[in-house]
């Protein structure tokens, strides 16, 4: 049984899995297991990887990236799990200060690292609206995601109580995810860049055209579901309304006057949730 499952989702990365592997391999700290699991690749990602034997590959018919990490996190027997998306790298102390980390803070169920950018091969700023909180994250990730999967490591406790990935999201998964841990629990951040993020590039997920009608989804399912505050509610509602209202006009602009008006009736669905202000008030002891 492995400290850490290091689960790495890769499709058609044939250029770019070798690197992230070997960052993996190159950890100081050395009680893992590394598990790639190929969503379908096309190229010779899977050729690649049977120079690795130490790795374990599990390939898999395309379904997305939740389903891969589901499938990898799944497969694992680690206590603590880690993903690395197969265009990022790790510095090799990642495993070793976050494992220290979980050591000296036994209550704490998740953490992320810090990060340095690269954007079509050269180093940029974050803006900062990206800035990582540490602590209480939800009301800040609401507007966009400040969790990275290549910067997490969780207890596998936790990973199995969220039930995953969202396989149904092609999509903000990992907005989703973090969203729905982030309304539970503190979300800590070790403030050292251990991790290479690499962007810009044309099969990022992120590159997707109209992400927010997936966070859009996210945050119905969230109010739907899960357990907030009114605090958190109003917070969550605020930002759904303002998603909404942003894409379907957008959708207008398009002539797509059908699903505009559809957008435009969810966000009418939650206006009469108490604003946050109102939230705040009336959770305030006297």
Same mark, same amino acid.
């Given at each position: 049984?492995?400290?850490?499952?290091?689960?790495?989702?890769?499709?058609?990365?044939?250029?770019?899995?070798?690197?992230?592997?070997?960052?993996?391999?190159?950890?100081?700290?050395?009680?893992?297991?590394?598990?790639?699991?190929?969503?379908?690749?096309?190229?010779?990602?899977?050729?690649?990887?049977?120079?690795?034997?130490?790795?374990?590959?599990?390939?898999?018919?395309?379904? #997305?990236?939740?389903?891969?990490?589901?499938?990898?996190?799944?497969?694992? %027997?680690?206590?603590?799990?880690?993903?690395?998306? %197969?265009?990022? &790298?790790?510095?090799?102390?990642?495993?070793?200060?976050?494992?220290?980390?979980?050591?000296?803070?036994?209550?704490?169920?998740?953490?992320?690292?810090?990060?340095?950018?690269?954007?079509?091969?050269?180093?940029?700023?974050?803006?900062?609206?990206?800035?990582?909180?540490?602590?209480?994250?939800?009301?800040?990730?609401? $507007?966009?995601?400040?969790?990275?999967? %290549?910067?997490?490591?969780?207890?596998?406790? &936790?990973?199995?109580?969220?039930?995953?990935?969202? $396989? %149904?999201?092609?999509?903000?998964?990992?907005?989703?995810?973090?969203?729905?841990? #982030?309304?539970?629990?503190?979300?800590?951040?070790?403030?050292?860049?251990?991790?290479?993020?690499?962007?810009?590039?044309?099969?990022?997920?992120?590159?997707?055209?109209?992400?927010?009608?997936?966070?859009?989804?996210?945050?119905?399912?969230?109010? $739907?579901?899960?357990?907030?505050?009114?605090?958190?509610?109003?917070?969550?509602?605020?930002?759904?309304?303002?998603?909404?209202?942003?894409?379907?006009?957008?959708?207008?602009?398009?002539?797509?006057?059908?699903?505009?008006?559809?957008?435009?009736?969810?966000?009418?669905?939650?206006?009469?949730?108490?604003?946050?202000?109102?939230?705040?008030?009336?959770?305030?002891?006297?």
């Amino acid at each position: 049984m492995a400290g850490i499952s290091v689960i790495i989702p890769t499709f058609n990365r044939a250029g770019r899995i070798e690197k992230a592997v070997e960052s993996v391999l190159a950890q100081d700290f050395r009680d893992f297991e590394l598990i790639v699991v190929d969503d379908g690749s096309e190229d010779d990602t899977l050729e690649i990887l049977k120079s690795y034997p130490q790795v374990h590959v599990l390939p898999q018919k395309r379904q #997305g990236v939740s389903a891969a990490r589901n499938h990898g996190a799944a497969a694992g %027997s680690g206590k603590l799990i880690a993903f690395l998306d %197969s265009d990022d &790298l790790w510095l090799p102390s990642k495993l070793t200060v976050q494992a220290d980390f979980f050591a000296n803070n036994p209550e704490a169920l998740i953490c992320q690292t810090g990060e340095t950018w690269i954007r079509r091969g050269k180093r940029v700023n974050p803006r900062n609206r990206h800035e990582k909180p540490s602590g209480q994250v939800f009301e800040r990730s609401l $507007e966009l995601c400040l969790v990275s999967p %290549s910067a997490v490591m969780m207890r596998r406790s &936790l990973f199995d109580a969220m039930g995953g990935f969202d $396989e %149904s999201l092609p999509a903000c998964e990992d907005y989703d995810l973090w969203l729905r841990i #982030g309304c539970r629990h503190p979300v800590h951040l070790i403030d050292e860049p251990l991790v290479i993020k690499h962007g810009g590039h044309e099969d990022q997920l992120s590159a997707m055209p109209g992400l927010d009608r997936y966070r859009i989804a996210s945050l119905v399912k969230l109010l $739907e579901n899960q357990p907030l505050t009114a605090c958190q509610r109003a917070a969550a509602a605020a930002v759904l309304q303002k998603k909404c209202r942003i894409y379907a006009n957008g959708c207008a602009k398009r002539s797509r006057m059908e699903e505009a008006e559809f957008y435009r009736a969810v966000a009418r669905h939650y206006e009469n949730e108490p604003p946050q202000s109102q939230a705040k008030k009336e959770n305030t002891p006297p």
